[in-house]
């Protein structure tokens, strides 16, 4: 394709994306579907491109007010993730003049705002939160997000996953702190392996891993996966017990629960029972109730600690958006917390860094559940034989997770056990 069918592709791309009415990825993907003739590199310069005006918004948009032209195709320019000969060729003499200018800005010099690329309320909260780490922080944001993948334990070794990729000519190395996770970096297509057909691997992030070992379910037990999602907590819950008892995968969203199937049939599993509840009090939860071992609560939440992946989320969030979350998530929390017979383990999990959406509401359900006594997650992480855990808690005792640290996506999950 000529270099400025290209960029105005990229352009238009952009304008859509732009307006955040929707995530950016299935933006992404519809514009994909409509024009299917896009060769694998043309696309990954597109996504790519827009990924990268996401994560520096601020930045791109105040260097862009000096052009001229489009405002997205000055955007594009400033972000483009192709080579610098194809931009080139896709730009006029005065657009590659004004390029060059604006590019030789030191952006070290520029205000706060433009080098964080927060919008303020959310800066403000994550200073709160991070103190130190915040730089970091968005240092690590603004790169690609590895691609981790979880060893199906149910089909395969993860030495020999390791070296069926090496054959394949991907590099893997295994991850520091999941005993099933291996860490691949850039994007290969993995689809196409047999081993991936065959369900020996599912991608999932380190992170999202340590959330099932801390679950912990065991053979024959009964367990919830209150938001099941698209499933890839439920997955990993399935294999560590061993496809034995039984496994529910509760969820509101029938589009999400129809994404498990596939997965579902690739793992081997049989013991997941995917279920479509109206909302967190519906009668099949009162059907339930004191009779589960383990329940996941993967709560609906701002998303903010996948900032690496879904940069658009900052612009998407608002303080009021997250208000509304907190009272799902205490909801979601005290309904899922009846379903469990003393002795249980509930766990409540988020991949927010907001304090509000974590440790405010495991205060709060811990204040009023004193039936509830608080499972520290270090312990019941190594029993999960996840190593390095020191690194992975809190003094509270709730597992934290942060980009910059951790190199996974930002997560946070408190354990409670019911008394007998
Ligand atoms: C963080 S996502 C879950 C991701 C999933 N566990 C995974 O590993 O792929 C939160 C999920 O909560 C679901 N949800 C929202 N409100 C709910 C409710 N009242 N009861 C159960 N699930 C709910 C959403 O549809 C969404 O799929």
New binding site residues.
Partial sequence: MHPNALLDLATELLRQVLKLDQPADAVVSAFFRKHRGLGPRERHSLAETTYAVLRQRLLFAHLAQSGSGALERRLAALAWQGSDNFLRGALGTQEQKWLAEVQSIDRAGLPEKLRHNFPDWLASALKNELGDGFWPLVEAIEKQAPLDLRVNTLKAKRDDVRAALGEAGIEAETTPYSPWGLRIDGKPALQKLDLFIRGDVEVQDEG?QLLAALVAPKRGEMVV??????????LALGALMRNTGRLYA????AH?LDSLKPRLARSGLSNVYPAL?A??RDDRIKRLAGKIDRVLV????SGLGTLRRNPDLKWRQSPKAIEELNA?QRD?LASAARLLKPGGRLVYAT?SLLRSENEAIAEAFGEAHPEFEPLAAGPALAASQAERVDELVTEAGHLKLRPHQHATDGFFAAAWQRRA
């Fill in positions: 999202s996966d209150f938001c099941a999602g698209a499933g890839g907590k439920t509760f969820d509101v969203s999400r509840i909302h967190e993967d709560a609906p939440c799902k979601i991949c």
